[in-house]
Nanobody, 123 residues
Framework: VQLQASGGGLVQAGGSLRISCAAS????????MGWFRQAPGKEREFVAAISWNGGRTLYSDSAKGRFTISRDNAKTTVYLQMNSLKPEDTAVYLCAVARLSVSGTDRSSYAYWGQGTQVTVSS
């Protein structure tokens, strides 16, 4: 499975951005998908995850209330709508396909990773 993330860019603090990640194979529609992020010099951290049918979502504390994860299985695409962005949200955002139909915050539960898209929030 290949993953292509897009939609990143530069935005002012308080602004919004929607990033997308398209999977190359329809088998990804049977698996949970997630977003992680990695800032320079920091560990990769979990942001959000969504179950195979969109029925369950999970967010990090920093994303809760500001970010929304969704998916379109017809397009094998997962989205992350980010509102009220803060400078500390600046990072490369990476999407991933989980090994199972539901997944959590642990990186090891994700089997396939995309290259990521850069999100920069200016103050």
């Amino acid at each position: 499975v290949q993953l292509q993330a897009s939609g990143g860019g530069l935005v002012q603090a308080g602004g919004s951005l929607r990033i997308s990640c398209a999977a190359s194979r329809r088998t990804a529609s049977n698996n949970a998908m997630g977003w992680f992020r990695q800032a320079p010099g920091k560990e990769r951290e979990f942001v959000a995850a969504i179950s195979w049918n969109g029925g369950r979502t999970l967010y990090s504390d920093s994303a809760k209330g500001r970010f929304t994860i969704s998916r379109d299985n017809a397009k094998t695409t997962v989205y992350l709508q980010m509102n009220s962005l803060k400078p500390e949200d600046t990072a490369v955002y990476l999407c991933a396909v989980a090994r199972l139909s539901v997944s959590g915050t642990d990186r090891s539960s994700y089997a396939y990773w995309g290259q990521g898209t850069q999100v920069t929030v200016s103050s």
